[in-house]
């Protein structure tokens, strides 16, 4: 009886949480609450990141058509990708960078905006202007890569000359032969489109300037002026040597 008497209550069994463990409970409710961001404020930040993207990519591609305001239109375009920035990095984000990372990501999302304006420009108006665009589309493909290595705050600025680095260069230089050999064939077949016609159109002006001439009046009416004089003198010559 002794021996049962003095073993010792059994404790309570129940788990106990780990050390730390509401805390944590915590941290991750709060993280759960700041990851849910107004639609309002995302909508707006995209929108405003693809509107500036596209003034840009516009003002890129037809900036030789007129300077002056496709100037306008790329500053435009500029400081509307830069509003979208500071508007997804910075009041929506989690984790606002500190002010030399702050700095890099509007620099690089800025030379973004112009890498994925010059592709998507290209792009669409390639058929016309081939030779500019053969130009930009694979620059746009290189400038938005590094543009992006460098925004992104999970990678390493070393991966621009990684593998992928390179495969993305050997991706524009593959871009480049090609676009520049379909810019080069649709430039023949414009210089022998142009030509045939222009055969075409000298006999048209030949004809043109032979047709108005037995139907001028004036041809019709000066011959015709010579000899109704001729008849009605005629007559009188005539009667004047019966009277004679």
């Known amino acids: 009886m002794s021996l049962l ?9 129940a788990p106990q949480s780990p050390p730390g463990g509401r805390a944590a409970a915590r941290r991750a409710g709060r993280s759960r609450r700041k990851r849910k961001q107004p639609l309002a404020g995302r909508y707006i930040g995209y929108v405003l990141y ?9 003002a890129v591609v037809h900036h030789p058509l007129d300077p002056a305001r496709y100037t306008v239109v790329a500053v435009i375009g500029v400081l509307v990708f830069l509003v979208a920035t500071l508007v997804n990095e910075f009041l929506l984000a989690q984790d606002r960078p500190p002010l030399a990372r702050g700095l890099m990501v509007i620099g690089a999302s800025l030379l973004l905006s112009f890498g994925i304006g010059m592709l998507s420009g290209g792009l669409q108006h390639f ?6 665009a053969a130009i930009l589309v694979p620059l746009g493909i290189v400038v938005s890569f ?3 290595v460098l925004k992104d705050a999970e990678t ?11 495969a993305v260069l050997l991706l524009a230089g593959g871009c480049y032969f090609g676009l520049s050999t379909l810019a080069a064939g649709m430039a023949g077949e414009a210089a022998e489109g ?12 030949d004809d ?31 009667a004047d040597g019966h009277a004679h």
């Open 5 to 13: 008497t003095d073993r010792p209550a059994p404790h309570d069994t």
């Open 50 to 58: 693809f509107v500036g993207a596209g003034l840009i990519s516009g």
């Open 127 to 132: 058929e016309d202007f081939p030779a500019r």
């Open 146 to 148: 590094i543009a992006f």
């Open 156 to 166: 390493s600025s070393r991966r621009i000359f990684s593998p992928l680095g390179l």
């Open 194 to 205: 142009g030509g045939h016609s222009h055969g075409g159109s000298a006999p048209e002006t």
């Open 208 to 238: 043109h300037g032979a047709e108005p001439e037995p139907s001028d009046p004036s041809t019709t009416t000066e011959p015709s002026g010579p000899d109704d004089t001729s008849t009605s003198a005629e007559p009188e010559d005539a």
